[in-house]
């Protein structure tokens, strides 16, 4: 089955810096990769997606990039600031008979120290 | 609004009951999903459901069981059989359940043994 790890289970940077979080996994390379945000307490909502045969993908501050030769993605908010203090999780989706089989990994707290 | 509304936010389950945690969404989406959350796991898949009327079991579905009567509404029971209820979980949605379709989340139901 899928594996993923995700880089550590806790990141904390300062203001303004760029925060980098690690998303390996195993096996079989996904159709698709996605990173989503978690709140305390609330349910995720997702961020961006990048397909197998991108590179790169990126929104406002947020870059995601995808090798399929590391079974790696990263994931960088650039100019952090303290409302990005969050879980991010990486989810791996590939095509199951049919339908969307998404692996998630256990996530990243991200702390953005002011 | 569109989205996803879980109900109720907290459950308490007594020994040997069964309880049912609601999910209702407006967004028209065929699809929807079932997830559980643990501290340092990733969001594992209970169930899923395509269309109305049909469902299939995800890879922890022991201990549970849903129904899909109305493409809005995707309630989980949590069956006395589950020795280890105590968790988060988390109801989604997509369009259609093909891969790569984004996952909306609902807020969540914190479900806690007496």
């Known amino acids: 089955s899928q594996k993923i790890e995700q880089n550590s289970e806790a990141l904390n940077i300062q203001e303004g810096k760029t925060a980098t979080l690690t998303c390996n996994y195993t096996?079989?390379?996904?159709?698709?990769l996605q990173w989503y945000r978690q709140d305390p307490g609330r349910g995720p909502v997702f961020l961006l997606l990048i397909r197998e045969n991108e590179k790169e993908k990126r929104k406002e501050r947020l870059k995601v990039t995808f090798d399929t030769t590391l079974k790696q993605s990263l994931f960088h908010i650039t100019a952090s600031q303290p409302a990005d203090s969050a879980t991010y999780l990486c989810a791996l989706s590939i095509d199951s008979g049919g339908y969307q089989k998404v692996t998630f990994g256990t996530g990243t707290k991200l702390q953005v120290i002011p | 609004d569109g989205g996803i509304t879980q109900s109720p936010k907290y459950l308490f389950r007594k020994e040997g009951q069964n309880v049912t945690l609601s999910c209702e969404q407006n967004l028209n989406h065929d699809a929807m999903y079932w997830y559980r959350q643990d501290p340092g796991q990733g969001l594992r898949l209970i169930y899923y459901s395509q269309i109305v009327n049909d469902f299939q079991k995800g890879d922890i579905a022991e201990g549970y069981s849903v129904s899909r009567e109305k493409k809005e509404s995707f309630p989980l029971t949590v069956t006395s059989a589950q020795k280890n209820p105590t968790a988060f979980y988390l109801c989604?949605?997509?369009?259609?359940?093909?891969?790569?379709?984004?996952?909306?989340f609902g807020p969540g139901t914190r479900l806690l043994v007496l």
């Open positions: 989604a949605s997509s369009k259609t359940g093909a891969s790569g379709e984004t996952q909306y």
């Open positions: 096996n079989y390379s996904p159709a698709y």
